[in-house]
Nanobody, 119 residues
C-alpha cells in the first residue's frame, strides 16, 4: 500500500487548507485512515482518525476545526483544516491501517506534507 500526501503550504492564521492523501489500493478496503502531525523534537501526534463503521475521532487540539473524509471513487482521503492557528504548524502525515489476511492489522505511512501557519 502506498500513500501520497499533498496540499500543505503556507497560510495565514484563520485560513484554511485541505490536505489530500492518494492511496494505491481501494480505500474502502482499508480498516482505518489517519492523519498525524509532527513538529521538530516531538513525537508524531494523532490528529484525526476514521475507522470503518465508526465515527471519526479528533484530537482535542483540532476538534471543531478539522474534518477527515474520504472519496471512494478517487481512493483519496482528505483533511480539511479551518481556522488554522500558528500552533498547527507541523509536518502532516497520512497513514492507513490495513487488515492483511494472515498478517493482521498493518500500518502504512505516506510521506509528510509541511503546513506552516503564520501569525
Amino acid at each position: 500500500v502506498q500513500l501520497q500526501a499533498s496540499g500543505g503550504g503556507l497560510v495565514q492564521a484563520g485560513g484554511s487548507l485541505r490536505l489530500s492523501c492518494a492511496t494505491s489500493g481501494s480505500i474502502d478496503s482499508m480498516y482505518a485512515l489517519h492523519w498525524y502531525r509532527q513538529t521538530p523534537g516531538n513525537q508524531r501526534e494523532l490528529v484525526a482518525s476514521i475507522t470503518n463503521g465508526r465515527r471519526p475521532l479528533y484530537s482535542d487540539s483540532v476538534k471543531g476545526r478539522v474534518t477527515i473524509s474520504r472519496d471512494s471513487a478517487k481512493n483519496t482521503m482528505y483533511l480539511q483544516m479551518n481556522s488554522l492557528k500558528p500552533e498547527d504548524t507541523a509536518v502532516y502525515y497520512c497513514s492507513a491501517t490495513v487488515d492483511l489476511p494472515g498478517w493482521g492489522k498493518t500500518l502504512y505511512w505516506g510521506q509528510g506534507t509541511q503546513v506552516t501557519v503564520s501569525a
